[in-house]
């Protein structure tokens, strides 16, 4: 990424990120870690509630609520830090049985999504892990990028679920939160390479199985360690 062709709303939200990641920078504690990546969550939902609300002034409409999961269906990509507080979300919410549920899941669309092309990969539809019954399971901590997935149209979603090979079908999404999203995620992932920790992009599926870690404990104080932060 050249920062140099950022624009300044682009340098603001990349700044976010750096700032929060800067949080943590003396420490490798996964609290801090997973206190700073709530921040950003929540730095999130306030611009997404604020932007709905001035949407419905000029009377656009955003058509996302719960029990429409046609995005639910395309892959998903989170970084490391995502799916590190992702998966205590779900030790701390879900019994025993639907963590195993979860993980069976991931693995069973990990083993048709991970073998294949970036193109068949793009227009793969499988259900998300997380999805039970239209919506997800770990609403409050799921990835940056379900968060900034805005539609004004669900009959676009459906068109582009039911016929992705069509390039025109492309969801009518609203492109500010897709772009301010990615910068702050950006600005967290380049400020965790101050601790040496590698900020990894993974497929949601993928990084569930990761996070889990075949269910061993790794040190709490030594992230860098953990696989999800592994420089690939």
């Known amino acids: 990424m050249n920062k140099s062709e950022l624009s300044d709303t682009d340098k603001a939200f990349f700044q976010d990120g750096l700032r929060l990641a800067d949080t943590i920078v003396d420490t490798l504690d996964e609290k801090k870690l997973w206190q700073a990546t709530r921040q950003e969550q929540d730095a999130m ?5 604020a932007l709905s609300e001035e949407a419905q002034k000029h009377n656009v409409t955003i058509n996302c609520r719960k029990g429409c999961s046609w995005c639910c269906h395309q892959p998903i990509f989170g970084v490391s830090h995502e799916f590190h507080y992702l998966w205590q979300f779900i030790q701390l919410n879900m019994s025993e049985d639907e963590q195993k549920e979860v993980l069976q899941n991931a693995f069973d669309n990990y083993q048709k999504r991970g073998r294949l092309s970036q193109s068949e990969l793009e ?16 609403y409050p901590a799921r990835p940056m990028a379900c968060r900034i997935y805005l539609s004004m149209s669900e009959a676009s979603c459906k068109q582009y679920h039911d016929h992705p090979e069509d390039e025109k079908n492309y ?20 400020g965790l ?14 990084g569930l199985l990761i996070a889990h870690n075949n269910g061993e404990k790794t040190d709490k104080d030594q ?3 953990h696989p999800l932060f592994k420089e690939l």
Do not use: D, T
Not at 123 to 138: D, E, I, M, Y
Not at 177 to 184: E, F, K, S, V, W
Not at 193 to 201: G, Q, V
């Open 123 to 138: 227009k793969s539809k499988l259900p998300c892990p997380l999805l039970k019954n239209g919506a997800c399971r770990a």
């Open 193 to 206: 390479k101050k601790l040496a920790i590698s900020n990894n992009e993974y497929l949601m599926e993928e």
């Open 171 to 190: 969801p009518a999404l609203l492109e500010f939160p897709l772009r301010a999203g990615q910068m702050m995620n950006e600005g967290f992932s380049e």
């Open 45 to 49: 939902e306030g611009l997404i509630g």
């Open 223 to 225: 992230l860098n360690r």
